[in-house]
């Protein structure tokens, strides 16, 4: 356990000095020779990377590029044609987020199943954290190849890919004979999950109208607690099966929201940046303009979109012709994404999240829930209380700043889990009458605040800070921290709460407790505000006056619009 506290550690410096190393370049260029008293204090303060209580400074103004954002025609989706069919094609891409949800919890409910531990011997300890580990780890390999395939055959074919690997993955692990079996089925479904995980948000950030981005990309990875509680109600009806199928129903259903998403993915037109990417560009101006404006493409919103698109892509790639990882170290602006793309991974599942989407059942028997049932049921009814607050909050995105979003989430945590740890000490070392209540209650409180932020903002925040020539790959950077965060922490719960034993859990939670609060002051004065803009005025936040973005005034366009309608006349 005195590892695990030095690998965090060790985690937060890297991407705290990165991060410092950033703020302190950027202002020492904005501000290279302070001469009067005033500026000299503030100059003192910019080093250490705070002023008034805001993170380190960014590239541009974002009151400014609010005001300087383009307001689009208001659109309504449920009375426009073109964005009902956007809407279906939404939650075909949202489905795999759902997928990855099903298994955390379907691996979190088996764990209370007699059947299941009868059939494999009740795995304990380090054989059941790598029985969790094993689709991460899987997830882990196909990582890399992702933006291989996205930027060079688009978003659509990672997806195919992906979910024919997961449904090949959960018939082997539904129809399993030994442990075996079971672990390989677990491996694969992993896997193909990161092929799909990564370019679906992608294909359906690059889809979306611009007034519905932000909401999308939220609720994108809020739909993960759809998948857990599909099967923690459907764990808890099969639970009453007096056979090996009690587990078995629920591991081959994994298959089943693969299989939607494989049948809808053909329907879904590709992204209009990819094809842009690759001169594609009447394909790419037809699809705006099909789903934006009902087929006219010389409507403002299209014409801007389209032009700002292809002139940010093609200053993009006359900076970098062939863009690679390397492009993260070479300017202050992109090791600057660097950090917070890890911090992003490795904070939203060391948090403590873990145990509870994983090891639930071992989390209630601490605090004396022994029972199967009741502790299926709340199981069930947390994951169905995140659900309702993270789908509430990505409603209202486009009115809450990011960082006050991850800033409650996180300082909300943090204090949950004092009490929490509290309540787990007073109970297992003390028997101390409505401890073990109480610790069931702050579990549920916890989920509530880290459903404030973390489960829509993950992806949709890293997606903002990304250009284009970087989103595919700093994606893929992301989703491998999260792996190997959740690698990490699905091998090292079930080891550590053997280590402790149930009646000392409350020293595992001490680590959290001091872990958030050192996540709480990474956010606080690192990330940056990033509500309101288009993605590519976005880049302007974090490299100001270095941003490849391209100048494109919507009025300009609503003008040469009317002209040439008038023309037409």
Known sequence: MVGLVKLRCSCLLLVLTGSLNWGTDQLYHANPDPTSQQQQQQHHIFKMGILDKKPVA??????????????????????????????????????????????????????????????FGDPQGSKLGLLGALYQIGSICSIPIVPFLTDNFGRKLPIIIGCAIMIVGAVIQAVSKNLGMFMGGRAMLGFGNSLAQIASPMLLTELCHPQHRARLTTVYNCLWNVGALIVSWLAFGTQYINSDWSWRIPALLQAFPSVIQLLGIWFVPESPRFLIAKDKHDQAL??????????????????FEFREIKETIRMEMEASKNSSYMDFFKTRGNRYRLAILLSLGFFSQWSGNAIISNYSAILYSTAGITEQTPQLGLGAGQTGLALIVSITMAMLVDKIDRRTAFLASTGGMCGTFVFWTLCAGLYGEHRSPGADKAMIFFIWIFGFFYSLAWSGLLVGYAIEILPYKLRGKGLMIMNMSVQCALTLNTYANPVAFEAFGLNGSWKLYIIYTCWIAAEFTFIFFMYVETRGPTLEELVKVIDGDEAEVAHIDIHQVEKEVEIHESKSA
Not at 81 to 106: E, N, Q
Request: glycine share 6%; net charge neutral; with cysteine.
């Open 58 to 119: 960014q590239g541009a103004d974002l009151k400014q590029l609010q005001d300087e954002t383009p307001q689009f025609e208001k659109v309504d989706w449920k009375k426009d044609p073109g964005l009902r069919k956007l809407a279906v094609y939404s939650v075909i891409l949202c489905i795999a987020s759902a997928t990855t949800g099903y298994d955390g919890m379907f691996f979190n409910s088996v764990q209370a199943f007699k059947t299941w531990k009868d059939y």
């Open 286 to 303: 037809h699809i705006l303009a099909k789903y934006h404006a009902n087929g006219d493409a010389n409507h403002p919103t299209v014409q």
